[in-house]
């Protein structure tokens, strides 16, 4: 049993996820997700904070979990792909602190979806803001 539903699927964290020790601790409203990640010294550039391309993929996480829930809200059983997404960097991601993305869906059809994220540290400081497009595939029953 999981999330108290006898048929809920058990769901096992992606590789990269479980790489960078990203969780994703709240998906209950769908289109709308929030995860959290300890910047660890191992992502840190030269300066020692955690270099951009980690944020992007929390970021990315989060957003793609988004549409998902976003779909299948709507009854569809779909994969989401990311075509393009911007990341602005707003502050220094200090290793050690712990971030936490808040992501959710502005809109959606069909094929796509819009979604973006913001990324705070944990003394509450805008680090990261995200924005991108998901395309939709829809996934074949077994």
């Known amino acids: 049993m999981v999330d ?4 809920a699927p058990v769901q096992v964290p992606a590789n990269c996820e479980l790489t960078l020790g990203m969780r994703c601790v709240d998906k209950a ?3 709308r997700t929030r995860w959290t990640m300890r910047a660890d010294e191992r992502f840190a ?4 904070v955690l270099q951009g391309g980690f944020l992007g993929a929390m970021a990315d996480s989060a957003m793609g979990s988004a549409t998902i829930t ?3 809200a709507a009854g569809r059983r779909v994969l989401a792909s990311n075509v393009e997404m911007k990341t602005t960097f707003i502050a220094p991601a200090r290793v050690g602190s712990v971030l936490e993305c808040r992501a959710w ?4 059809g069909q094929r796509v979806a819009f979604a973006e994220a913001e990324i705070v540290d944990d ?3 805008l680090v990261a ?14």
């Open 123 to 125: 003394a509450g400081r």
């Open 70 to 72: 976003f779909a299948r």
């Open 45 to 48: 550039n030269p300066a020692g």
């Open 4 to 7: 108290g539903r006898p048929d």
């Open 105 to 108: 869906v502005v809109t959606g």
């Open 129 to 142: 803001r995200a924005s991108s497009t998901y395309l939709f595939t829809e996934r074949r029953r077994r």
């Open 29 to 31: 409203v769908p289109g």
